[in-house]
């Protein structure tokens, strides 16, 4: 299973960005999507999740101005952020907890990351 992740780049405070990431491989299903930021000498944090059901989850910083969504007939997920923040800089990670179909279990799968910086 691989998880790809593009959308980071440079912005200014109060714009906006939509990161993707696309999972790949044997897969049955996948339970929950998430995704995940770590800022330099911070601990990495779970910013959004989603379940296969629709249930999302945020932490507070993002609560009104992030939203996950996913697609779940490709294996996709985005995180669309808006009012973005200096505070908001950090690389972003993807996070999957994948069912591949073979042994009936499901393991957490990660993306490489993609940066995001805002500043002006």
């Known amino acids: 299973v691989q998880l790809q992740a593009s959308g980071g780049g440079l912005v200014q405070p109060g714009e906006s960005l939509r990161l993707s990431c696309a999972a790949s491989?044997?897969?049955?299903?996948?339970?929950?999507f998430g995704w995940y930021r770590q800022a330099p000498a911070k601990q990495r944090e779970l910013v959004a999740a989603?379940?296969?059901?629709?249930?999302?989850n945020y932490v507070d910083s993002a609560k009104g101005r992030f939203t996950i969504s996913r697609d779940n007939g490709n294996n996709m997920v985005y995180l669309q952020m808006n009012s973005l923040k200096p505070e908001d800089t950090a690389v972003y990670y993807c996070?999957?907890?994948?069912?591949?179909?073979?042994?009936?279990?499901?393991?957490?799968?990660w993306g490489q990351g993609t940066q995001v910086t805002v500043s002006s």
């Open positions: 996070n999957a907890y994948v069912n591949t179909g073979i042994d009936g279990r499901t393991r957490p799968y």
């Open positions: 989603i379940t296969s059901g629709g249930t999302t």
């Open positions: 491989g044997s897969i049955f299903e996948i339970p929950l």
